[in-house]
Every structure is written in structure tokens, then in C-alpha cells.
């Protein structure tokens, strides 16, 4: 009753990062509430599952283990995670803002009447006074995100209805082991008594994803062009950078508007979220939107035309030149001092 609960995916014998990541955030936050840290899995051949989780911190555990479950899909997932919060009554929920989060997490808020903010960038908890009615509330969920186009960052709460539910962008949060001994319960749900043969009326006939040939977020150094960069051509200094220094390349966000890289690079608030051990800005001026994604790097370095350049405030070091300058002067010196 009133614990936090964390919508795990499953895929291919494997929780989804972005739900360990929110299981890591979740602990923290149960711990500030005195709660318990809670778990929903749904999927098919579920056995061990736990074993992937309780280190971060669970306490329960719900398997909905079923073969009709083994994709995702909208009805079935969503008339368990409806009937297991109301059995629950949970005072906060989490999902990924993914594929599945993106189209589950409405559904259930809707149902639910409990409300849901979307893409959140932090999570927190803390006191609220309503200006209009002076009525106080104490511990509620601060769903923070940008708004406005990143403009301003918004706090939004929700006072009376529950759960509070967020979803977070996969790489916002810190993935961290709580305990690697930690020991939690495991409840195997009977998904009969949750799912009614309605909730299959579709079934899943050929199912094809093809898997992304692109690893940014995994990647401990990025290589990343903005549109100082000056064309897709400039661009190819980049990955030749990259491939030198065994790193990937991420663009922003007005580079992949110009048509100039793939969107599966674009890193930023409307992209990926990074966390590498090494990032390298080049031509990228430092709006809000990219810094979202990637200011939690461990060293930044610019390079840039602009010794004012947003960006440069946040760099660890900044070389101030053009792209065509720059970096063959990085590639000659790097290949001279690397034999």
C-alpha cells in the first residue's frame, strides 16, 4: 500500500536499462517516503527475472508470466498494470518514455484518472503549498522537465490524485547497484484473474525490428558535429576522428535538420541522453536542448570558432578554431603519438 512501482520492459530475457535506471532513482526516493520499492514484469519465460532487479534495491516483485505476453502489447498490458495499481493503490508509478511507456503510460493515467508528466529530466520529493486554497501537502513527487521548448524547466505536481506518474528518458537517470546481495519477495500473478479474452482480440501474426546498428548512449567517447560544423562533408573529419579514437558520433539536433547525419545520432532533449566518459563538441554552439543530453558527461571539450560559445561554459577545455582547422591537426598528431 502506497509504496513506488516501477513498470519494468522485458525483452529478450533482459529488464530494459531505462527501467533500471528508474529502479536505481526509485530506491532513493523510497527511502526518503520510508516505502517499499516495488516491481511490475510482464512477459513470457519470466523464470529468474529477479535476479536482474532486487539488486537495485526491490522489495516486491509482481511476475505476470504468460506466453500470450511474451511482445508487448496495448489491451493486456494495460489491463494489468490498471488492475495491479488499484489492488496496490501505489503513491507513485514510473514507466520509460519509450515505444511502450510513450503508448502505455496514458492509457493507464487515463484510466486511472491520476494524471501523468512526460519525459521527465529529474525526480524528486518535497513539500507543496496550493496558492489558491493555502492547503499544504507534504512529500509529494516533484515531476520536473523542460517546457517551452527547453526554455524554462518546469516542476509540476500532483496533489490529490494517485498513483503520481512519470516517464523518464532512457539515460537521464543513473543506473547503480544498491545492494548485489539485496533480497526482496517475488508475487507471481494468476493473469487470468487480470486479463479478459477481449485483451487479445489482436494477435501478434510476424513481428520484424531491426535492431539499431548505431551505440551512442554505450559509447564511453562521442564525437559530436553541431551545425558550426558547415556541411556534410566537413562531417566526415568527425568519423574519421571517431574511428581513430575508437568513439561514436552524435550530432545535434540542427545538424540532423540539415539532413547532414541520421537521426539515430542526435543527442539532446528531442534525441538521445549520454553519459560518456569523453565528449567532444565540435561546432556546437550550446543550446539548452543539446546540454540536456549530454552535460552529465565526465570531461567536456569544445571545439569551436566562438570563444563565446554557450557550450564553452560547461567544457572542461575549449580549443577555439574551425572544424577544418582543428581537427586534421587532432587525426596527424594523434596517429604520430599513438604508434
Same mark, same amino acid.
Given at each position: %500500500?502506497?509504496?513506488?512501482?516501477? @513498470?519494468?520492459?522485458?525483452?529478450?530475457?533482459?529488464?530494459?536499462?531505462?527501467? #533500471?535506471?528508474? #529502479?536505481?532513482?526509485?530506491?532513493?526516493?523510497?527511502?526518503?517516503?520510508?516505502?517499499?520499492?516495488? $516491481? #511490475?514484469?510482464?512477459?513470457?519465460?519470466?523464470?529468474?527475472?529477479?535476479?536482474?532487479?532486487?539488486? &537495485?534495491?526491490?522489495?516486491?516483485? @509482481?511476475?505476470?508470466?504468460?506466453?500470450?505476453?511474451?511482445?508487448?502489447?496495448?489491451?493486456?498490458?494495460?489491463?494489468?498494470?490498471?488492475?495491479?495499481?488499484?489492488?496496490?493503490?501505489?503513491?507513485?508509478?514510473? %514507466?520509460?518514455?519509450?515505444?511502450?511507456?510513450?503508448?502505455?503510460?496514458?492509457?493507464? *493515467?487515463?484510466?486511472?484518472?491520476?494524471?501523468?508528466?512526460?519525459?521527465?529530466?529529474?525526480?524528486?520529493?518535497?513539500?507543496?503549498?496550493?496558492?489558491?486554497?493555502?492547503?499544504?501537502?507534504?512529500?509529494?513527487?516533484?515531476?520536473?522537465?523542460?517546457?517551452?521548448?527547453?526554455?524554462?524547466?518546469?516542476?509540476?505536481?500532483?496533489?490529490?490524485?494517485?498513483?503520481?506518474?512519470?516517464?523518464?528518458?532512457?539515460?537521464? %537517470?543513473?543506473?547503480?547497484?544498491?545492494?548485489?546481495? &539485496?533480497?526482496?519477495?517475488?508475487?507471481? #500473478?494468476?493473469? !487470468?484473474? &487480470?486479463?479478459?479474452?477481449?485483451?487479445?482480440?489482436?494477435?501478434?501474426?510476424?513481428?520484424?525490428?531491426?535492431?539499431?546498428?548505431?551505440?551512442?548512449?554505450?559509447?564511453?567517447?562521442?564525437?559530436?558535429?553541431?551545425?558550426?560544423?558547415?556541411?556534410?562533408?566537413?562531417?566526415?573529419?568527425?568519423?574519421?576522428?571517431?574511428?581513430?579514437? !575508437?568513439?561514436?558520433?552524435?550530432?545535434?539536433? $540542427? $545538424?540532423?535538420?540539415?539532413?547532414?547525419?541520421?537521426?539515430?545520432?542526435?543527442?539532446?532533449?528531442?534525441?538521445?541522453?549520454?553519459?560518456?566518459?569523453?565528449?567532444?563538441?565540435?561546432?556546437? *554552439?550550446?543550446?539548452?536542448?543539446?546540454?540536456?543530453?549530454?552535460?552529465?558527461?565526465? %570531461?567536456?571539450?569544445?571545439?569551436?570558432?566562438?570563444?563565446? $560559445?554557450?557550450? !564553452?561554459?560547461?567544457?572542461? @577545455?575549449?580549443?577555439?578554431?574551425?572544424?577544418?582547422?582543428?581537427?586534421?591537426?587532432?587525426?596527424? &598528431?594523434?596517429?604520430?603519438? *599513438?604508434?
Amino acid at each position: %500500500m502506497n509504496n513506488i512501482i516501477v @513498470y519494468c520492459e522485458f525483452e529478450d530475457g533482459r529488464v530494459a536499462d531505462v527501467s #533500471l535506471e528508474l #529502479l536505481t532513482k526509485g530506491r532513493k526516493l523510497a527511502n526518503k517516503l520510508n516505502c517499499k520499492l516495488e $516491481a #511490475l514484469i510482464i512477459g513470457a519465460n519470466l523464470d529468474g527475472v529477479e535476479k536482474q532487479v532486487f539488486p &537495485y534495491g526491490v522489495d516486491t516483485v @509482481y511476475l505476470a508470466a504468460d506466453k500470450r505476453l511474451e511482445h508487448y502489447q496495448t489491451l493486456p498490458h494495460t489491463s494489468i498494470v490498471c488492475k495491479l495499481f488499484e489492488e496496490q493503490k501505489p503513491q507513485i508509478a514510473f %514507466m520509460g518514455a519509450t515505444t511502450v511507456g510513450r503508448d502505455l503510460g496514458p492509457r493507464v *493515467s487515463s484510466k486511472l484518472h491520476s494524471g501523468l508528466t512526460a519525459d521527465c529530466t529529474n525526480l524528486e520529493i518535497g513539500p507543496h503549498t496550493d496558492v489558491k486554497t493555502g492547503k499544504s501537502y507534504e512529500d509529494l513527487l516533484y515531476q520536473i522537465r523542460p517546457a517551452f521548448g527547453g526554455n524554462i524547466i518546469a516542476t509540476i505536481v500532483n496533489p490529490e490524485c494517485r498513483p503520481q506518474m512519470a516517464t523518464v528518458r532512457e539515460g537521464v %537517470m543513473k543506473k547503480e547497484i544498491f545492494k548485489a546481495d &539485496y533480497k526482496g519477495e517475488v508475487v507471481k #500473478l494468476d493473469v !487470468n484473474k &487480470y486479463v479478459s479474452a477481449t485483451d487479445f482480440a489482436v494477435s501478434i501474426i510476424d513481428r520484424q525490428i531491426e535492431k539499431s546498428k548505431i551505440n551512442i548512449k554505450g559509447s564511453p567517447i562521442i564525437v559530436s558535429g553541431g551545425y558550426g560544423v558547415g556541411s556534410k562533408e566537413n562531417f566526415q573529419l568527425l568519423f574519421d576522428f571517431a574511428s581513430l579514437i !575508437n568513439a561514436e558520433v552524435g550530432a545535434s539536433r $540542427a $545538424a540532423v535538420d540539415a539532413g547532414w547525419v541520421e537521426h539515430e545520432r542526435q543527442i539532446g532533449q528531442t534525441g538521445v541522453t549520454v553519459r560518456p566518459k569523453l565528449y567532444i563538441a565540435c561546432g556546437i *554552439s550550446g543550446q539548452i536542448q543539446h546540454i540536456a543530453g549530454m552535460q552529465e558527461s565526465s %570531461m567536456i571539450i569544445s571545439i569551436n570558432s566562438d570563444p563565446n $560559445a554557450p557550450i !564553452n561554459k560547461i567544457a572542461d @577545455y575549449v580549443i577555439t578554431g574551425t572544424i577544418e582547422d582543428v581537427l586534421p591537426k587532432l587525426i596527424k &598528431y594523434y596517429k604520430q603519438n *599513438s604508434k
